[in-house]
């Protein structure tokens, strides 16, 4: 096999309580990438549609990752990438790990499978860290493993695949707003106050019980962020809003999805996320930005070859 063609997914990332370490992956919107070997070493990016990104691949996320790759596997030969780009950047569901993550495991299918998915989670966090300013995996592992994950450790990388309740479903409203993620980043606090920590590492351990145990209700008490939400917050419109009344009408919890602008609900059936995307939009006509939004089972295949 000479040339590959795979289909890599936006990702929801922190999950309201599990900033940097939780995560889990969605289907039916995501980013499409070609991979060909080619006789001439290293990595060329020779196409990219959809949005505007550096075509130099040292400067372009999937580039970097799949050159981390390289470097360590040393093949004989080079790859070629084209990029067609459906994931907005800056929309908060993962656009740049779609990409460092989908050049990876391209690679390492047209290599024969030498890495196992920590290790490709690996290299995807070099291009990732380009983009965010920071080392983190936690829409990486997602769209690498599929359903929801926990990185454990990123020294040493440690990912743990988390049970999906069987009938859980994710709506998101994506306001065509671009935040940063290295930006958003910059707002956190340094340092929380111990009380507060202990609220939120009481929720992590209940939400990851609660997806082992197909506990709805535990889910959505444990949906709760006080250390991250409060800040970014700020950044995006209507936020407390649409929190509001999402949980009203019936979602387990809503919160900002990564870095924003994007916010999720995730939600009991389908019945109940299509209510609760109706709830979403009514918000949002009347704010005069322009928005999208999708329903989305929790996909968990992770990225896929076509």
């Known amino acids: 096999m000479n040339e590959i063609r795979i289909f890599s997914p936006a990702t929801v990332a922190n999950v309201s309580c599990g900033f940097d370490v939780l995560g889990f992956c969605l289907d039916g919107i995501g980013d499409e990438m070609v991979v060909r070997i080619s006789k001439n070493k290293g990595v060329k990016i020779s196409k990219i549609e959809g ?3 550096p075509i130099e691949a040292h400067l372009n996320v999937a580039g970097v990752s799949a050159q981390a790759l390289i470097d360590d596997a040393k093949p004989d030969v ?13 929309s ?6 779609a990409s460092a993550a989908g050049s990876v495991v391209a690679i390492n299918e047209l290599l024969g499978r030498p890495y ?3 290790q490709l989670t690996y290299f995807a966090m070099m291009g990732e860290a380009m983009a965010s300013k920071s080392y983190h995996a936690d829409n990486l592992a997602p769209g690498i493993f599929g359903g929801f994950t926990l990185v454990k450790s990123v020294e040493p990388l440690e990912i743990l695949e988390l049970p999906t309740p069987h009938n859980l479903y994710a709506v998101i409203i994506h306001p065509q707003i ?17 009380k507060d920590a202990t609220v939120q590492w009481a929720n992590v351990g209940s939400l990851v019980h609660a997806l082992h145990t197909n506990d709805y209700g535990l889910l959505s008490r444990s949906l709760n962020d006080i250390i991250v939400e ?10 407390d809003e649409i929190k509001q009344q999402t949980v009203k009408n019936g979602a387990l919890g809503t919160g900002i999805s990564g870095s924003g ?8 059936g389908l019945e109940s996320a299509t209510n609760i995307e109706k709830t979403m939009r009514d918000i949002y006509k009347t704010t005069g930005i322009t ?16």
Not at 261 to 268: A, K, R
Not at 291 to 306: A, L, M, Q, R
């Open 51 to 53: 949005y505007d990104l």
């Open 78 to 90: 080079g790859f070629e990438i084209e990029i067609y780009k459906k994931i907005k950047p800056g």
């Open 92 to 97: 908060g569901i993962g656009s740049s790990s």
């Open 116 to 118: 196992n998915k920590t």
């Open 178 to 194: 671009e935040i940063k993620t290295s930006e958003a980043r910059a707002l956190l606090p340094q340092k929380v106050n111990l």
């Open 230 to 239: 409060p800040h970014r917050s700020k950044l995006i419109p209507f936020f």
């Open 261 to 268: 602008p994007s916010i999720f609900s995730l939600c009991e």
């Open 291 to 306: 928005f999208e939004t999708y329903v989305s089972k929790i996909n968990e295949d992770g990225i896929k070859v076509i």
